[in-house]
């Protein structure tokens, strides 16, 4: 458990790193990410390092939209005001995503990237 605890944190330390060396305007977290993701692809870390803590991190994934829901709440009368904006907004970019998601996954799979 210390070392799935060990690599999760250092990647996401890496990304505090890099975005506190940089200026970037990236959040640090999706740095970490994808540090780990290309470590995990070229094999510096093996999937059975991560794998205990990754699943228990995804089986109780819920609880981390707590706080986010409760600062909803919290500024309600904010967001009333400008609802069909953030609804708007919501929407489109849900389309744009699931667009972009399906055209990238129809790329890759007519360069046949997932069966090498």
Not at 25 to 34: F, Q
Not at 69 to 84: C, N
Request: net charge positive; proline share 3%; glycine share 8%.
């Amino acid at each position: 458990m210390v070392r799935q605890c060990f690599v999760l944190f250092s990647c996401l330390a890496f990304g505090e790193l890099v975005v506190w060396a940089t200026g970037i305007s990236l959040p640090s977290s999706i740095i970490g990410m994808l540090t780990l993701t290309l470590a995990l692809r070229f094999g510096v870390v093996k999937l059975h390092w991560i794998e205990g803590l990754s699943n228990f991190l995804v089986q109780n994934l819920a609880f981390f939209f707590v706080p986010a829901g409760v600062g909803l709440m919290k500024h309600y009368g904010l967001l009333v005001g400008e609802l069909l904006p953030i609804t708007v907004a919501t929407v489109l970019s849900t389309i744009l995503v699931l667009f972009v998601t399906g055209r990238v996954h129809q790329w890759l799979e007519k360069h046949d990237v997932f069966h090498k």
